[in-house]
């Protein structure tokens, strides 16, 4: 093999990593986003008289999410360890 080819086959590695971080961040962020969503709507039906149907939604949201990309891992939310607390977290991370 040429130093051109090793070379050509180091940055598709290189570039196939970095493909795979991005898109294991872009999961992360969507979780984080369907959390404050149900964070909103549960505020919503507890305190301004909203219905029920938009957290049920969101949370089948979350469950699709779960399927298709693995549970949800509380330790990458850096919220959920100031909602419920280090102990919760730490119990419920993978």
């Known amino acids: 093999m040429s130093f051109i080819e090793r070379a050509v086959e180091m940055i598709e590695r290189g570039v196939g990593a970095?493909?795979?971080v991005?898109?294991?961040h872009a999961e992360h962020r969507h979780a984080a986003q369907l959390f404050l969503k149900l964070g909103i709507a549960v505020f919503a039906e507890q305190r301004l008289g909203g219905t029920h149907e938009p957290v049920d939604r969101i949370l089948k949201a979350l469950d699709g999410h779960a399927?298709?990309?693995g549970e949800?891992?509380?330790?990458?939310?850096?919220a959920a360890h100031e909602v419920l607390g280090e102990e919760f977290v730490?119990?419920?991370?993978?």
């Open 18 to 20: 970095g493909e795979e």
């Open 22 to 24: 991005l898109s294991e």
């Open 67 to 69: 399927a298709e990309h």
């Open 72 to 78: 949800v891992d509380l330790d990458h939310l850096k």
């Open 90 to 94: 730490d119990a419920h991370s993978g």
